[in-house]
């Protein structure tokens, strides 16, 4: 996209893109969603959540280009903003790969060229050993009800890349409902408890569970953010993996 009057002005409806184009294009963002939490000392206007932005704020912002997530985002909302005269660009994102290639069109549509933390991140996915042994899990997202990951998800993704395979993969739904004596009863080697969206803690999740199943904590910024954190995520994610212990 040419810069025809100044700095471009963006506006991002998505937290991980929102760290990614703050620490690439510093002062191209001028409005992001509430739950846009990185960087800490980001400057900008909120525009709301990224189920209910608040379209007439993002319009009165006049940004050259909004950013978004065909998942995270309403359809209705960026309609309303493409009515409005505002060019939305819309990303889909279920695989690392797809997460790669997404990132690289949307920092070089905010006039970025390639920066180091993404040739960083491919590396360090890419250098990943093998796993030596494959663990069977479930990677519960929210609780009240439970619900957990299911069919072509990115967090799937990673953790399949880790040696951990999600036993719901081949459900219909994405992000499907299920009981937790249901998950009790499955045949898993471990349950995955991201802090995010639900905040699971040590206090919050793993007593739903059979005691004798380990419960990996993980950070959800780690496993669901496709951004900056992607070049520490097989370390950090790994970690959180193999440490994982039974309750006493």
Not at 22 to 44: E, I, N, Q, R, Y
Not at 113 to 119: A, F, I, K, S, V
Not at 154 to 170: H, P, S
Request: charged content about 25%; some cysteine.
């Amino acid at each position: 996209m040419p810069l025809t009057r100044g700095p471009l002005r963006v506006v991002s409806l998505v937290p991980s893109l929102t760290e990614a184009v703050a620490v690439t294009v510093p002062g191209a963002l001028v409005g992001a969603t509430d739950w846009c939490s990185h960087p800490a000392d980001l400057d900008v206007t909120r525009v709301g959540g990224t189920k209910n932005p608040d379209v007439p704020r993002i319009v009165a912002l006049a940004p050259d280009l909004v950013i978004a997530n065909e998942e995270e985002n309403r359809a209705p909302d960026l309609a309303a903003l493409r009515a409005a005269g505002v060019e939305v660009l819309v990303t889909e994102v279920r695989t690392l790969p797809q997460a790669f290639r997404e990132l690289t069109r949307v920092l070089a549509a905010c006039g970025a060229g390639r920066p180091g933390w993404l040739t960083r991140a491919e590396a360090a996915w890419r250098e990943l050993p093998a796993p030596k042994d494959r663990l069977r899990a479930a990677v519960p997202v929210w609780r009240r009800p439970w619900m957990v990951l299911g069919r072509s998800t990115f967090a799937g993704d990673l953790l399949a890349r880790l040696g951990v395979d999600n036993v719901y993969a081949a459900h219909a739904e994405r992000y499907p409902r299920v009981p937790v004596e249901e998950l009790c009863a499955a045949e898993l080697d471990l349950v995955v408890l991201p802090d995010e969206p639900y905040r699971f803690t040590r206090d919050d999740g793993p007593e739903a569970f059979p005691a004798h199943l380990p419960a990996a904590l993980v950070s959800g910024r780690h496993l669901t953010w496709y951004g900056p954190s992607l070049a520490e995520a097989p370390a950090v994610l790994g970690a959180a993996l193999r440490g994982a212990r039974p309750r006493p």
